[in-house]
Each structure stands twice: as structure tokens, then as C-alpha cells.
């Protein structure tokens, strides 16, 4: 009789997700002026999404500004001092405590300036905060807020969120026996010294058609979910047309 191999295919359900999930949240409290994408598009990294009213932040910037300024003031009326008393001393024109407290002053106001410039640099950067931009290139989704909310009121308020979708990731389940006999097939290439290939993974959607790509495997979890005897498993499968979006479910193979 003829013996042939005959592949053993292990099955289970997978749903999308994106290689990276990015939550945009508010990052100032602030009323939202504009949303500038168009939801469920494609975005690319530094992209401008959304901007909040900059008024409040820039009024802010420049009081920053006005009090750096006044406090450069003030150090440099201390170093004048602290020239103009230290030939004085030296003659004994001046007590010596006069001059180190002039030099204390001169301290305390170069700690003046510092301080004061970490104000304005923090003012600078809420203001940056006011356009909100895209981390990263990806595919968005449907926003969250709309313009006139006041957002970030309390905490950082989610304004939308990115996925990365090329490759795709599925995650799916495979019972704990199938898991072990995936795990031992591995193991018996390995120890007959051959070079173990990567599993090929498929991928049917919900229509019926096959994704024409094979994934590969990219993560398996750490541990056997108890309740259910079964063990979380991450493919990826490249994605180029973006056909297959984070939430889909499908029947790996």
C-alpha cells in the first residue's frame, strides 16, 4: 500500500488586533477647537490630529516670560553688587559680611533664574501640547471628542486611538493537548538535527476567503489559562492592502 505523509492541520478562532495599539489622549485640560483627520483613515507620523484653543497657554508663556525676565533683573543687580563690594572688602571699606551677603543674594538669584526658566520651559511645552499630532503612521479610528469639549479636565481625556496594521496580529487560542503536540513536533526536528521551520499559520475570514499571505507565529503566553485548558498564541500576517482590520475574527490554520 502507499504510505504518504499526511499534514495535520491544529484550528482555532483569532480576532485582529493591531501590532501596536496607540491610545491619543488630551496631555493639557483645554476646549477642543479642531478635529483635522478624517476617521478611519490612514495617518502618518507627525500628522496634526486635533487642536485646543492655545489662548490660556500662551497668556501663560508670557507671564513665564515676564518673570524670567525680572529675575535676570535681579541677578544681574546682585553681581553688580557683588563686583562693586569685593575691592571694597579688601580695603576694609566694608564689613565682610556685607560682601558674602551680597554674594548670597547673588545665589539665591542665579537659583532665581533656573527656576524661572523651568517655568517658561514648562509653559513652552503645554503649549506644544495643543496640537495634538500622531505618534506614529497607522490606520484611526472614529474620534472620541468633538470640538467645544473640554477635555483633559482631571486626567488625560482619550481622543482616538491608532493601530498599526501592517503586519496584522491575530491572537487565538489552541487547547492545551494541541499545544504540546506543536511544542514536541519542534522538538523532535531539532534533536534529528534538522532546521526547524517556522509553523505556517492561515488565515480564513469570516467570508470565507483565505488571506493569501502565511503568518508565523510572533508570541506565545506564558502560561495555560486554568478555567479553560487552553494557551494564548500572537501570529502576524502581512497585511498590504489593509483588508483585515483590528476587531475581525477569522479561523487560523
Known sequence: SLQQDVPVYLVGIGE??????????????????????????????????????????????????????????????ARQDVVRFEPLVAKN????????TSVAYERAAVAGV??????????????????????ADGLIGKTEVYPGTLVGQGSSTLLTRISRVDPIHVRFTL?????????????????????????????VLADGSELPDTGLLVFIDRAVEATTGTILLEAAFPNRNRMVRPGQFGRIR
Open 16 to 77: 485582529a488586533r493591531g501590532n501596536t495599539e496607540i491610545e491619543i489622549r488630551a496631555r493639557v485640560t483645554g476646549y477642543l477647537e479642531t478635529v483635522d483627520f478624517q476617521e478611519g483613515s490612514m495617518v502618518t507620523r507627525g500628522q496634526r490630529l486635533y487642536t485646543l484653543d492655545r489662548a490660556p497657554f500662551e497668556a501663560k508663556l508670557a507671564q513665564a516670560r515676564g518673570q524670567l525676565a525680572e529675575a535676570e533683573a535681579q541677578l544681574a543687580r
Open 93 to 100: 571699606a566694608i564689613s565682610r559680611q556685607e560682601y558674602e
Open 114 to 135: 533656573d527656576a524661572a526658566r523651568a517655568t517658561v520651559e514648562s509653559a513652552q511645552i503645554e503649549l506644544g501640547y495643543t496640537t495634538v499630532t500622531a505618534p
Open 175 to 203: 487547547a492545551e493537548k494541541e499545544y504540546l503536540f506543536l511544542f514536541r513536533r519542534q522538538e523532535v526536528l531539532k534533536a534529528g538535527g534538522a532546521e526547524v521551520p517556522k509553523v505556517p499559520i492561515r488565515l
